[in-house]
């Protein structure tokens, strides 16, 4: 079952969107996307809060995401955590069978 996982980044001044743009010209977003299993990788600015970055991240189910917390790529964000000396909030979901009485409410 797929899971999808919130990271709120939080970090003094411009940090935690330096740590994002560090993240993907270093070549970890790729690295991580390339992960069997990775069904997305993205960040986004929450336009009210200029010290936050939300990064979504979804895996195939948790098999995967032990997997991908197993490797070198784990150390590497951590050390860039601590280099712009970044808190986090984690929310985590897990994907459920749709709704079809939620389609009605869902342009596509």
């Known amino acids: 079952m797929a899971l999808t ?32 299993g990775n069904l997305g990788y993205n960040y986004f600015y929450p336009s009210d809060d200029p010290q936050t970055v939300l990064l979504i991240d979804s895996w195939q189910d948790q098999a995967s995401l032990d997997a991908h917390h197993q490797t070198e790529t784990m150390a590497k964000i951590a050390a860039l955590r601590e280099k712009y000396d970044l808190h986090m909030t984690v929310e985590r979901y897990q994907k459920l069978a749709d709704n079809a009485d939620d389609a009605q409410f ?3």
Request: charged fraction near 30%.
């Open 5 to 36: 996982i919130n990271i709120y980044y939080r970090g003094q001044g411009d940090n935690a969107k330096k740590f994002a743009q560090e993240m993907t010209d270093s070549g970890i977003v790729a690295e991580i996307r390339s992960r069997p």
């Open 106 to 108: 869902i342009r596509n």
